[in-house]
């Protein structure tokens, strides 16, 4: 681990709180870049803007001697300037831990403007019991290492965003294809002639087509299928980190995402059953209208066949019978045509 660490807590001022436990980061190994990235992510995590609105306070856990933790540090922020803002920088250092800083140090301290970092001329204050670190953290917010009750698990933590921001990802990529399609449907919609029948079997043809081609899209597929099981690991490692306020919200926030996917592909399912629905009413109709159009077309040619051949009655009783039958046959045809029709 980088001995950099985010507890989600937050100052006396509502500031974010980043944790630098400075032994660990020394027995890491990390150079002042790398420390300065890992500070800039950190800083892009909390979900409620207010919280870096004035910047971060930086939480130095110092169990060095001075010129160890304070130099390191320094060439550190100053990898950060301009791109973050560190409002408050406090150095907890109990009495017992050693002394608080070199002689070397605080001499070049007293040269330059006291408890300011050389290089990225941040202020800072060394704390050394709660009651100094009550002015700058409350009780509640205060980490277990500083004799407060607020403890964090860094394992848990790092796989918890391991799932939770692939999670969101999808959940975004995913609503912003179905919205796009939603919005789609209703401008076609809205555009077309609900009297111009062809254009309107295209138009639902098409959005059918579309709808489907987004309803099968592999990674909504699989959103939709794991998506419940990784709410659920979310929410079981959120219980080891019952401090974070970040967590908490990170939480809700997966939650609400993924319920509005869901909503707006059951939307969709929806509109494609609909249109499903639609276009087989319209094949019905279609080919309704070509068969009255050939039965209308026999009628006619048929029917002129039938009254001209009737023009003239027949002169025998057996013909006139034969006639009238033929006549009444026709009629008959002529009339169950009409009602399959008008039905």
């Known amino acids: 681990m980088s001995g950099i660490h985010f507890p989600g807590i937050h100052d006396t001022s509502g500031r974010s709180v980043i944790v630098y436990d400075a032994a660990t980061v020394a027995k890491s190994c990390l150079d002042p870049a790398d420390i300065g990235k890992v500070i800039l992510y950190y800083v ?3 979900v409620r803007p207010e919280r870096t609105k004035h ?11 001075g010129d160890s933790t304070y130099d ?3 060439r550190a922020l100053l990898f950060l300037e301009s791109k973050v803002h560190i409002a ?3 150095v907890w250092r109990k009495i017992s831990s050693g002394p608080r800083v070199t002689e070397a140090h605080r001499q070049r301290l007293q040269r330059s403007n006291s408890n300011v970092l050389p290089n990225s001329k941040i202020e800072y204050h060394v704390l050394d019991d709660i009651d100094g670190l009550r002015h700058f953290l ?4 205060t980490p277990a290492e500083c004799g407060g009750p607020t403890s964090h698990d860094q394992l848990e933590w790092v796989e918890f965003y391991k799932e939770y921001e692939p999670f969101l990802s999808q959940c975004h990529s995913c609503g912003r294809s179905l919205v796009t399609t939603l919005s789609d449907i209703r401008d076609v919609t809205a555009s077309h002639d609900p009297d111009d029948v062809t254009t309107n079997r295209r138009s639902l043809v098409a959005s059918h087509r579309a709808i489907n081609r987004v309803l099968s899209d592999a990674a909504l597929c699989k959103l939709r299928r794991d998506g419940h099981r990784t709410l659920t690991q979310l929410e079981e490692r959120a219980h080891w980190l019952p401090y974070s306020e ?7 926030r997966a939650d609400r995402l993924f319920a509005e996917v869901e909503r707006g592909a059951k939307r969709l399912e929806q509109l494609c059953q609909k249109r499903k629905e639609k276009i087989r009413e319209q094949q019905r109709l279609k080919a309704l209208h070509t068969e009255t159009t050939e039965v209308l077309s026999w009628l006619k040619s048929k029917g002129a066949t039938t009254l001209k051949r009737h023009a003239s009655l027949a002169s025998t009783l057996p013909a006139l019978k034969a006639q009238e039958q033929d006549f009444e046959k026709f009629y008959f045809i002529s009339m169950v045509s009409q009602n399959k029709f008008n039905s």
């Open 138 to 141: 409350d009780e509640e917010q």
């Open 246 to 252: 970040d967590v908490k919200i990170c939480v809700e």
């Open 55 to 65: 910047g971060v306070t930086l939480l130095v856990l110092s169990g060095l001697p």
């Open 44 to 46: 892009s995590l909390p």
């Open 88 to 90: 408050s920088l406090l």
């Open 72 to 74: 390191h540090l320094d």
